[in-house]
């Protein structure tokens, strides 16, 4: 699926998605494809995530430094529901967590970069 670039959004954006990964757009021009990936307002990291059962905090790191509201965390194909203990850290430091598929984190980060909210998202691989 091909997506169209949210109004201004700074940062990186998802341009599309499919089965080799998510079409990413960087802020210098470039374009990358990546099976899993974590992204902020500033980058866009490719991401070697465990299992959804095993996700925690230390996993999620790398976007914990900067200030976010919430994590869009795009749980593959479907959606499924993180550990819980994941969900209590992440509270404990103020920030929320927004499971959904990775297809509509995808879009949804789109969306909320256009509107400059402080959001961070960990997408899973759409296929294993």
Do not use: Q
């Not at 091909?2 to 109004?7: A, F, K, N, Y």
């Not at 795009?74 to 203990?85: E, I, K, V, Y």
């Not at 969900?87 to 969306?111: H, K, Q, T, Y």
């Amino acid at each position: 699926m091909r997506m169209d670039r949210e109004r201004d959004a700074a940062g990186p954006l998802v341009r599309g998605f499919g089965p080799a990964g998510f079409k990413v757009d960087a802020p210098d021009g470039t374009m990358g494809v990546y099976p899993a990936l974590l992204l902020t307002a500033t980058r866009a990291d490719s991401w070697t995530p465990p299992s959804l059962e095993s996700l925690d905090e230390a996993a999620l790191l790398p976007l914990l430094g900067e200030p976010i509201e919430f994590v869009l965390l795009g749980t593959g194909a479907t959606l499924r529901r993180p550990p819980r203990t994941l969900i209590a850290a992440l509270e404990a430091r103020g920030i929320g967590l927004e499971p959904m598929d990775s297809r509509a984190a995808a879009r949804a980060w789109g969306v909320l970069r256009a509107e400059a909210r402080r959001v961070a998202a960990a997408l899973y691989p759409l296929e294993v």
